[in-house]
């Protein structure tokens, strides 16, 4: 069973920082693309910034120059480092993955469970 991790949410205050981590565990041979995206209230999901195998790095428009995206391939894990933070940045912040689950199979994408963040004025 493949599960996504994520821990490093929280509260904090504008202009704070904050450092998610997202680990794969379970039975798989490889990991391609990883990403984050987030939900606020009322809105829809959408992406923050993903990252592939190779290193190449995208990020939304709202978040570029404030949060980096980084991977440990050998850690199976996924980083997001939130700096500068503003109030319009709370929402729930999802991991999500694409995964060889044997070196003969397709991808399949996985998400985990959520890690809140909240940024207080």
């Known amino acids: 069973q493949v599960q996504l991790v994520e821990s490093g949410g929280g509260l904090v205050q504008a202009g704070g920082s904050l450092r998610l981590s997202c680990a794969a565990s379970?039975?798989?041979?490889?990991?391609?693309?990883m990403g984050w995206y987030r939900q606020a209230p009322g809105k829809q999901r959408e992406l923050v910034a993903t990252?592939?195998?190779?290193?190449?790095?995208n990020y939304a428009d709202s978040v570029k120059g404030r949060f980096t995206i980084s991977r440990d391939n050998a850690k199976n894990t996924v980083y997001l480092q939130m700096n500068g933070l503003k109030p319009e940045d709370t929402a729930v912040y999802y991991c999500?993955?694409?995964?060889?689950?044997?070196?003969?199979?397709?991808?399949?994408?996985?998400w985990g469970q959520g890690t809140q963040v909240t940024v207080s004025s």
């Open positions: 999500n993955a694409d995964l060889k689950l044997g070196s003969w199979s397709r991808l399949y994408n996985y």
């Open positions: 990252i592939t195998s190779g290193g190449t790095t």
């Open positions: 379970g039975s798989f041979f490889s990991i391609n693309g």
